[in-house]
């Protein structure tokens, strides 16, 4: 970062941050002890950051698995409350997210205003948790005496390829998951993972349960298929505009036949729906009958 | 002492039904003699029938005899391009620009005739499946109506599928269907397909081509305008032809996983739209508080209907081990009254196995389930010697990694194994790859909806089985499938979502 180079000139020195991953609620490095440079865009070092492995995934995977059930129990009034939360924490530290785009390269003068997005994507799912199963489930008229119903339960764990814009499109591919009762694993992007990282501290500060997010720095073509086949994870949501990626990557999701959604938008500025929530819930139907 | 021990102890006479002992049922077949069957089938491609290009032919055959019915047209690759071609032209130039009102009235059209000749339909039916003439009668061909019904209604409210959305359909669908329910299957594909404004291309399965092609009559007879419906007949390669076919928008698929994998990876990185509908290995879980006669009825039903050719079917029974004696000693009294044969007797429960394929495929995993070491039992009711049949038949004893316990057999053949705690009976129905369905039995309100809560499937029913309806959504989680059929859910199959304004 910009201390980094001005440290010299400084009274003091300035304590550096380590870039870490987020697993299960916390802050491992890599078990492959490998690492990546984060860069600005002219190619200057700014930190350096975990290169993930094929090991990092599943260890990833079964911190979602072991969190999804629980995540999905809670009731939608306390994930909405836990998801406004992110939003408070995330508010709270705008000024240190603007200064992590800007070394990204983001416009001085567009930061303010992705960080605000961020915040109130955040806060949009967060009162969407109580409220699209009420709008997309139905009582079902059936022609025989039962009671019969459809409602949305969450896929389970979700395997985010996360979009290049580093923080609003993060938020916004993984707030939808995790607002419908899904956990997540999400293989963020190489080219600005600081504000992922970050993140992953607002997260861990929101009473968000270990397990529910996590978040891998490194390679992600090295990552994408060892996630993408992997028989515990159910969904895909595959935030990128290259068709290969997309294709390879459903491909590996065969196995167990995940359910894929593609996202190919570079602006995340509009992607904001609840459909952005039911395209990670299954329908279940349920037939009780009616009598004595 | 458990509740089974005290049951068993009086030794009941037990009633015999089935002809053997002096119970027996007279013969009460079903008259055939309106039913107007002709030698020779056609494709149907562009409101009428034609022979396929190259002039092959497969023949159909009556699986309880094993006789010939028809000769029925085998399309080629460019057959279905023909019918691909068809269902674009009728998609661009008729369908996607009729109101949506009139549109809806020829679906409700084809309701109306399936109705009228629902008989006709029923008995050709049983005849090319196989299936009880009470359950082709009953169940089949009034569903596939009130599909038809159902799915009318919806053409002029697509404003209303998708809240804060408007809604266009896909394009030209391609649909393959499977021989366990060929008429219902066709209308599931075909109404909600049409009725969102799509043409499609259908392939029956190629053992059960008959009510596909009378379905064309009635669609013809409807006045529907010629390409907006095209059945094309065939095997895997016809079924193949249709599902990669570059023109075709969204695929639509019911049939095995196996093969449902082969499309999905087919359409990888496509961006088409499809729905799959695949295999499943339902637990049935009768819990100690279930009423015991209503569960053993809703497990002959879960398991014994339609031979169990059936991808929801209740094929795994766990039972909570304090009841477990008596509900199996009860199933076995149940089974034993169970009439296998002539699938157009009216007193037939177990029809004739759809196929020398499917017979034999049961047969290795009867096989198979002896061998990995679980008590067969089968009833002792005769069979027809000519047909393809199998005996209502239990593997007790059954261990979870069993492979009668974890493949789909599509038989009549069920897996028994008992459990102790809700937990451990949760964990078993979940421990599959499949999730398409499941049943709960249990007299405990609160209990049944946990339970039902907890099973990773698309569709529960507790203290029923095997009950469907238009309006229901249906279909699977984890590898049983992608996607919803019935209800708004099955009608989102068809429909895309326009962009927010």
Redo the contacts between chains.
Sequence with gaps: MSERRSAAAADRLPVLKTHKVYVGGKFPRSESGRFDRALTPDGTPIANICRCSRKDVRDAVTAARAAQAGWAARTAYNRGQILYRIAEMLEGRSGQFEALLAAGGTAPDETAAEVQAATDRLLHYAGWTDKFQQVFSSVNPVATSHFNFSILEPMGVVGVLAPESPLLGLVSSIAPAIAGGNTTVVLVTGSQPLPATTFGEVLNSSDVPGGVVNMLTGRRDEMLAPLAAHRDVDALLLCSPDPDVARSAEIEAVHNLKRVAVRPHEDWTDIQSPYEITDLQEVKTTWHPIGS | MTKSTQAAEPETPKLRFGGHDGWGYAPAPESTDHVELRDRYGLFIDGEFVDAKDGRTFETANPATEEKIADVALASDADVDRAVAAARRAYDNVWSKLAPRERGKYVYRIARVLQERSRELAITESLDGGKPIRESRDVDIPLAA?HFFYYAGWADKLDYA????GARPLGVAGQVIPWNFPLLMAAWKIAPAIAAGNTVVLKPAETTPLTALKLAEIIRDAGVPPGVVNIVTGAGETGAAVVQHEDVDKVAFTGS?EV??LI??AL??S?KHYT?E?GGKAANLVFEDAAVDQAVEGIVNGIFFNQGHVCCAGSRLLVQESVADEVIAKLKDRMETLIVGNPLDKNTDIGAINSRAQLDKIEEYLEIGEAEGAEPFQTSCPVPERGYWCRPTLFLHASQSHRVVQEEIFGPVLAVQTFRTVDEGIAMANNT?YGLSGGVWSDKGAK?FRV?SRI?????????YN?F?P?????G???S??G?E????GLHAYLQ?EA?A
């Design positions: 009130a998708f809240p804060g959305r996983t449902g994998k999905r990876r990888a990185g961006g799959l695949l790859p049944a039902t990773r499937a698309g569709v529960l029913w507790a203290n029923t009950k309806d309006t229901a959504p249906f279909g989680y984890k590898e499938g992608i919803r019935g209800g708004l859910a979502p927010a």
